[in-house]
């Protein structure tokens, strides 16, 4: 159950509570709410109270970021809070695009003479480009916002770190490097993330999913990412022998072959968001998605989000 985050009188966050204690204390007028999303309430006569240490837990993607708050409650952990963030990265390039063309259209009128101006332009230390940027900001700015309403005592930040080199041509790594399970681990994750957690052929989400090679391995297909994709059980039978353009799916081999944006998205932020948060001084602790997945697995815990 996802808790109300509350506020004491002089708006110091108090432990989130459960949502019907804060309607009981908002039946009786003791509380008053103070924010709609994340809902929080504030407490009009109360001015302190214990609290526990809750940990933000971050797990950045390209499109979408997975939120949590955990509490460190003397029976054990739990989860009180979760969210989904989406990333308007697509959007802030499409617009920074649309206004370059029209810069560019402006400039080209002959109008008036206009001096070069790209010698003042300098980029500071650390820009990256802002739809990237903005999914730094995105994270950061909840985890202020989380940070006034409830007593955050640490981040722990998933670091999904993709290994370019070994992405895009496994053949090359060392050979233990290339068997060790993990690795394994880190490139479903990589396809999970490219071909949207769903079957290639068929879009089927929520079933098990099998690796699947398009050009099949048995007619000379290899083992490089830009050949592999996700197809349940179902799928992969019925293609059997057949390339995916044989077996009905010319789109998939293009596909396939785009380059590793989002994977160099994610990359390009988690370092700038690292280095924002210990900047700030905030405890940090750090997983990578692959690592965090293989243990999930081994110890067969669910995933939460
Ligand atoms: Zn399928």
Known sequence: ????????????????????????????????????????????????????AIAFKVDPGSKTTGMALVADFK??????????????????????ESRRSLRRGRRARHTRYRPARFECRRRAAGWLPPSLMSRVDNIVTWANRLGRFSPLASVSLELVKFDMQ???NPEISGVEYQQGELMGYEVREYLLEKWGRKCAYCGVKNVP?????????????????????????????????????????????????????????????RRKLYGVFAQAGIPLEIGTGGRTKFNRVKQSYPKAH
Not at 239 to 251: I, L, M, R, S, V
């Open 1 to 52: 159950m996802e808790r109300v985050f509350v506020l004491d009188c002089n708006k110091q966050p108090l432990m989130p509570c459960h949502p019907a204690r804060a309607r009981e204390l908002l039946d009786k007028g003791k509380a008053a709410v103070y924010r709609q999303y994340p809902l929080t309430i504030i407490l009009k006569e109360r001015d302190s109270g214990d609290v526990q």
């Open 75 to 96: 029976r054990g952990k739990r989860l009180i809070w979760a969210a989904e963030l989406a990333h308007r990265g697509q959007q802030i390039k499409d617009a920074l």
């Open 166 to 168: 070994a992405i895009q």
């Open 209 to 269: 999913f099998e690796v699947e090679h398009i050009n099949p391995k048995s007619r000379g297909g290899s083992n490089r990412v830009s050949n592999l994709t996700l197809a349940c059980r179902k799928c992969n039978e019925a293609k059997g022998n057949q390339t995916a353009a044989e077996f009905g799916h010319p789109d998939i081999q293009a596909k396939a072959k785009a380059p590793l944006k989002d994977a160099a998205a994610v990359n390009a932020s």
